[in-house]
C-alpha cells in the first residue's frame, strides 16, 4: 500500500509541476503503448496472472497474489498455465521482437525461424527451468503431476516431465500426443521423419505413466490425427490415414482402443455398415465421446473427384462457369473452396455394439451437440433448396430438425426459420426466434409441443431500436439454468426467466431496467475451465453479477440479483467507467476485471465479489508526460425535431478562449463508448482520437439514426447538425471543420461533401460512391453478391435497383461530385475484400476530370481495413499532415503538393 500511496503521489507532483509542458503525442509513440491481455485468476484465488502487451516489441508477463504482491515479472513469456494444485507454472517463452525481426530482414525460411523455448517455474521456491526449441505443451486435464512438451527441431522430441522429482523421459520423431484426463496414459504418434524410407517405429504408442510401459497399438507410416480419449480415460479413438505419402485420395479410417485390445481396430471405414454408399470418413471431422462414454461421434464425407494428374495444365482452359441455379455464385463458392473440401457430416458409432448411424448429410448445413451429449437428440438446420434467395436477403430461410442419434430419425420442428435455433442443455427441447414474429418459442422433442414463451408479454424482445430495412434480431439469450429446465432471455433492458415448458415466466430483474433505462446483462463468471464445455449455466437459487449501462448516463456498473425470485437488482457500484475481461476463482470470491475510461487506460484489478477493489496494473504510466484529453456527451436537436447525442472530446489544456479546429468522425452509433479508452495507435481505419486531440484539435463523433431510404440524407440529419450546433461555442472555428470515416463512414463522408461547402477537408476511406454498381458487385472476401446490403442491412435502400433506381441514384455520392469543393483524400486498397476498390477510383478519377482537389491511397496488397502495422503507421502520418495542412495552415508535405511519381515508389515516401 505504500507503494501505490508514493507512487500517485508522485504522479501527482509530476503532473502539477508539468501541466503547462505536457507534450503532444507524436507519431513515435505507439510502439510502446501497453494493454492488459490473457488475464486469469487462479482456482483458489491465491494467484493472478497477465501478459502486458506492447503495440510492437516483447511483452512483460506477470503473476501476483491476490494481495497485489509481485512473484514473478518474466519477459516474452505467453501461454501460461497453473497447475491445478498451483504448484507450478509451465510457459512458453517467444523469441525477442528482435530476433524476429531480423530472421525476417534476411528472409528465412519458416523452418529456420527463431523458436519458442519452455520454462517451468516453481511457485513456493521460485525454481525455474528452460527448455529450448519447444513447439507446444500439454497437461492432462483433471492433474498435472507431469507436463507433456514436444520439441520443434528436427527430431521432433516429445519430453514427458515429471514436475515433482524433474525426471523426464524422451520420445523421438513424435508428431500427435494427447492425455488421458487423469494423466495416466499418454498417446503419441511417431513418424518417420526421413523421405523414401520405411521405419519399424512409425505408428501410435499408449505410454502407461504409473507402470512406465510403452505400447504400440497401431503400426506403420501414416497421418493419425484427433487422437481422444474419453472422460473415464478408458477408451481412446483417433483417426488415421496410413496410404503412401504421395497417394492423391487419402483413406481415413476411425480407430478404437481400450485395455482389453492387443492393437487398436478399424471402427468406421469405408466398407462399414451404415456408411453411405460412396462415402467415407472425413479426415477434417471432429471426434466426440458422449460423456458416458456409450457413444462416438464423427465426421463422414462423400469419397471426392481428384484431378486427372495425366493432364497438362497448359494444355486445358482454366475457367469457371457462374450458373444462375447455383446455390452459391461462383465468387462465393471460390472463396469457401478451402472450407468445402474439407466438409463433412455427422454420424455417430456405439463402440460396444458396432453400430452407426449416419445423422445428416449435405442437405444440412449445421448441426449441433449438447456439451455432455449423452441425450439421445441433437439439433440440425437445413436451407437447402432455398440458398439463392441469400443473394438478396443476405440469408437463408431455413427447416429445424431434431435428429435421434438412436435411429437416425427425423422430426420437423419448424419450417421456413427466418431466426436462430439451439437444443437446451439437456437435449430435450429446442428454443428458437422468429424474426417473422418477433416470438420466442420452446419446442418440447418427446412430445411435439411448441409453446411462444413470451405469449402476451408486453415488451419487444427484438431490437427497438432497428434502423434497417431487414427484420430486427432478438436481444440474444443469458443462458441456461444448471438443470436444463428454464432459460434466460434478455429484452432492451431486462432479463427474463423462462420455463421452457411453458409453464412459468418471470421478470428477473422486475422491470427495473426499463424503468431506469438500464441494460442489465449477466456476467457469466462460472466459465467451465474444460474447453468441451462451452454452454452457459446459470445457478439456480443463487446470487448472481449482472452488469448494468444506463443509457442516459453511459454509465456502467455491476449488479447482483438471486435467480430464485423477482426482484429489483441491488446495485454494487456504478461509474463512468467501462469494465470488462470479468474472470472469478472457480474455488473462491475472488474476482478480476479491467476498468477504464477515456483518461484512464484499461488496468486490472482484483476485488472480492466486486467490494474493495485494489489495482493491480499501471500499464501506461508515461500518458501523464503527455497533453491528453476529455470526453464528454453532447446533445441537440436535429433540424426534423430528433433528440441527437454524440461525444465531443477536447485536449487535456482545452483553452475555452482559444478557436478550435474540429473533425466529425462517425460510424452509426458511438455515444455508448462514452467511458471507454482510446490507445493512441496506428488504426486500421478509423480516426485516432487521442492523436488529433493532443494536438490541439476538437474531435466528434456523432450518433446516426436512419430513415430507411435514405441513408445520405440521415447522415446529412444528425453530422451536420451536430457540427453546427457546437459552433454556436465560440471556441469551434467553423471555418476549420473536417470530417473523416471509413467503409459505411466514407460513403458518408462522400455523400455529405456533395450536399455541403461547410467542411474545409475530408477523408473518405474505402467509400461507395456509386451505388448502381455496386449494387451489382462483389464481396470479394466472401464471394457473396452485394445486392442484400442494399436491400436488406446498412446501405438500407430497403428496395431493388430495379424497383426504385432514383433513389439508388440520390444516394450515389458519383452523381453529384461536381458540387463537390472541399479538398478529399481516399484511401482504398486493391485487395479490399468488402467493399470492391473501383469505387474509390470511380470517385478519383470523377473528381479529377471535374477538377477538384482529390488523393487516392492504394496500400498495394492490404485489405478493407490496413492489416500491416507499417501501412498503418504510414497513414497516420499522411492523414495527420492531410489535416494540419487544411485546418491548421501548415505547409503541404510533397505527396499533397506534387505527389510521388511511380518511379520514385518505395525511394521517395514524399512525406518532407
Known sequence: MKIRITFTLSILVLSTGLFAQKLPLDHSVYDNWKSISNPEVSKTGQLIQYQIIPQEGDAIFEVKTKDNELLFSLPRVADAKLTRDESFLIAKIKPTFEETRQAKIKKKKSADMPKDSLIIIGIQNKDQWKFPTVSTYKLAQNKNEYVAFLGSDSTAILHVRNLVTGDTLNFCNVDQYAWSPNENFLLFSKKNYEKDSLSADAGLY????TSKKLKKISNGRGDYKELLFDDAGTQLAFLADKTPEKSILKDFKLYYYTAQFDTARVLVSQQSMGMPSQWRVSGDGKLKFSANGQKLFFGTAPIPKVKDTTLVDFEHAQVDIWHWKDDYIQPQQLANLKRDKSQNFLAVIYPSANRLVQLADGTFNRTNITDEADNEWILATSDFGKRIAAQWQGFALSDIYAISTISGKKKIVKENLNGYASISPKGDFVLYFDRETGNWYSYQISSGRTVVLNDGLPVNFVDEE?????????????????????????DRYDIWKFDLAGKRKELLTNGEGRATQTIFRYIDLNQNDDPRYKTTLIPNRQNIFITGFNEKTKYNGVYTVNTSKSRKPDEIFSDGYTFRNFKRASGGETIIYTKENYVYSPDLYVSKRFKNESRLTDINPQQV?????????VQWTTPSGFAAEGILYKPENFDPNKKYPIIAYFYEKLSNGLYSYQAPAPTPSRLNIPYYVSNEYLVFAPDIRYEIGYPGKSAEEYVNSGMRYLTQNSWVDSTKMAIQGQSWGGYQVAHLITRTNMYAAAWSGAPVVNMTSAYGGIRWHSGMSRQFQYEQTQSRIGKTLWEDRERYIENSPLFFLDRVTTPVAIMHNDNDGAVPWYQGI??????????KPVWLLNYNGDEHNLMKRQNRKDIQIRQAQFFDHFLKGKPAPEWLERGVPAKEKGINWGFE
Open 466 to 490: 432497428n434502423d434497417s430495412p431487414s427484420l430486427p434480431s432478438p436481444y440474444g439469450i443469458a443462458g441456461w439454468s444448471a438443470d436444463g429446465k428454464v432459460v434466460y432471455i434478455y
Open 625 to 633: 508526460a503527455y497533453n491528453w484529453g476529455t470526453a464528454e456527451r
Open 206 to 209: 499408449i505410454f502407461d505413466i
Open 842 to 851: 470511380e470517385m478519383f478519377t470523377a473528381l479529377r476530370r471535374l477538377q
